[in-house]
């Protein structure tokens, strides 16, 4: 309700008030719209788009130089609008009752505002092996829904306003968007990066060879975009050796020494500690075979078997038949090494052979 610093004006305004305060009193808790117009003649007021009262006024309204009051009584400010105000607007003409009426149309319906997003998700650099997380802000209608995608496809139960990634690995590198939806539209998120630093999945920890073999050194690594290596032997970097492997064939004892590798990209590097190779001049192992001593006829023929269970006729194996061409002969069983506990107990005898 406005009211001026007329007097005329101001004690219509407060007749205007008790006369419209059935309308307030019945909906308390509801909005109402007021509505004042004045054409130099007429002032009418309106509730919820209605007329409510209307009045001859002779004259303009008086210009001076004291203050447009909203909801009081300028005379002696007592009276007040009990109640909140919100929304005011104010217009250089007097609306007509067909315009009061739209107006009150489009203000009286509910919002119908489609989401939109006030703060879009930003790119995460991760650490491999660690959480990442993603957050939007939107607001729009009623209830808001969420759905996170991943390159373009949804993801299982992300469809809240975070998107939280327990371990960040490899497969984690890509791009994130959301889609956030109401009852009236639909929008899409700008595309969020998850980004790595580099990160070394299986490290190179040395190899022990011998002698003219030939041995491939490797490193796993994880990391955005283009990954760069460099491998060193004792410190010092190798000629084209910037692939994550570093083949060594026929290995020779220069070769021995502290390897090393730097993997790289646009974040940073990481570098795999140096480790040994260890090049033997051969595979040198040691066993203790069981020897089996023939003491016989020379000439005759023997069958050399084997059993591991004394308790059964049945389970012996021949292993070898041998002709004497001396008194006393030997035979090793090389397929078996004493030393090592997972090898059963083996029992022998020698019989005439076939």
């Known amino acids: 309700v406005l009211g001026t610093g007329s007097d005329t004006m101001a004690n219509f305004d407060i007749q205007t ?3 419209i305060s059935t309308h307030l009193y019945l909906d308390q808790v509801n909005w109402i719209q007021l ?42 400010n007592s009276d007040y609008f009990n109640g909140d105000i919100d929304d005011v607007r104010i217009y250089n003409r007097a609306l007509s009752g ?16 489609s989401p939109s997003i006030s703060t879009e998700p930003s790119d995460f650099y991760a650490t491999a092996n660690q959480s990442a997380s993603f957050n939007v802000t939107a607001v729009g209608s009623g209830t808001l829904s969420y759905q996170w995608l991943f390159n373009g496809t949804n993801l299982l139960n992300a469809t809240n306003r975070t998107l939280n990634i327990a371990l960040a690995k490899q497969a984690s590198i890509g ?22 630093f580099p990160y070394l999945s299986q490290p190179f920890v040395g190899v022990d060879t011998y002698w ?13 975009g283009y990954l760069a290596y460099q491998w060193y032997f004792n410190g010092v970097p190798l000629d084209g050796a910037t692939n994550f492997s570093l083949p060594l064939g026929a290995i020779q004892l220069t070769n021995a020494g502290q390897y090393s590798v730097v993997v790289s990209n646009a974040l ?21 075979p069981p020897n089996v001593v023939i003491q016989g006829t020379v000439g005759y023929n023997y069958a050399v078997q084997s059993t591991t ?12 038949n041998i002709t004497l061409t001396q008194p006393i002969q030997n035979w090793t069983d090389y ?11 083996k029992f022998y005898q020698v019989v005439p052979g076939q």
């Open 335 to 345: 397929g078996v090494d004493t030393r090592k506990s997972d090898h059963p107990q």
């Open 17 to 19: 008030l008790q006369q």
């Open 35 to 76: 509505v004042g117009t004045y054409d130099g003649q007429v002032m009418s007021h309106y509730t919820n788009g209605t007329l409510a009262v209307q009045a001859n006024v002779t004259g303009p309204i008086a210009v001076n130089n004291e203050p447009l009051a909203i909801g009081e009584n300028f005379d002696d």
């Open 268 to 288: 940073g590097s990481v570098t795999n500690a140096p480790y040994s190779v260890v090049v033997n001049p051969a595979n040198v192992s040691l066993t203790v």
């Open 98 to 113: 067909d315009e009061v009426s739209q107006l009150y149309a489009i203000e009286s319906q509910p919002p119908t505002n």
């Open 175 to 196: 791009q994130y968007t959301v889609v956030i939806t109401n009852a009236y539209g639909s929008v899409t998120s700008t595309v969020a990066n998850l980004l790595m």
């Open 212 to 224: 003219g073999q030939t041995n491939t050194l490797s490193v796993g690594a994880w990391g955005s």
């Open 309 to 320: 269970n004394l308790g059964d006729s049945n389970s012996w194996v021949t292993e070898t």
